[in-house]
């Protein structure tokens, strides 16, 4: 389990992802929950980067596509602090990079723009 280190390597895990927990649910809580299934890699709980507080929902890893399957099938509609949780398969892995820190940038949206400059031209008596 990741508390803010960096991911440890997955290559080869079979991600699922973990909708609906509360704000309470804790990596341990969904290790315990899942690992009836198999050998859980990592479990991974996105956090708000300003508050802390988790954005509701995780990511839980098995060495083993069977393990991951079963787990999802028999997980999707379990109810976890009080909550019906909806499991299905990852999609998308971690950020390659961390979040950037700092205001957001101002992006090109294709638009052009000029700067026009005007000489002036000065006579002094």
Same mark, same amino acid.
């Given at each position: 389990m990741s508390y803010g280190r960096g991911p440890p390597d997955i290559r080869g895990m079979v991600s699922l /992802?973990?909708?609906?927990?509360t704000y309470r649910t804790t990596p341990e809580d969904l290790k315990r929950a $899942?690992? /009836?299934?198999g050998d859980v890699g990592d479990v991974y709980i996105p956090r708000d980067r300003f508050s802390r507080e988790s954005r509701g929902f995780a990511f839980v890893r098995f060495f083993h596509n069977r393990d991951a399957e079963d787990a999802m099938e028999s997980m999707d509609g379990a109810i976890v602090d009080g909550r019906e949780m909806r499991v299905q398969l990852a999609k998308y892995g971690r950020p390659s990079e961390p979040p950037r820190r700092g205001p957001p940038r101002r992006r090109d949206r294709g638009?052009? #723009? $000029?700067? $026009?400059?005007? /000489?002036? #031209?000065?006579?002094?008596?």
């Open positions: /992802k973990v909708d609906n927990l $899942f690992e /009836k299934y638009r052009i #723009s $000029f700067t $026009f400059t005007r /000489k002036i #031209s000065l006579t002094l008596w």
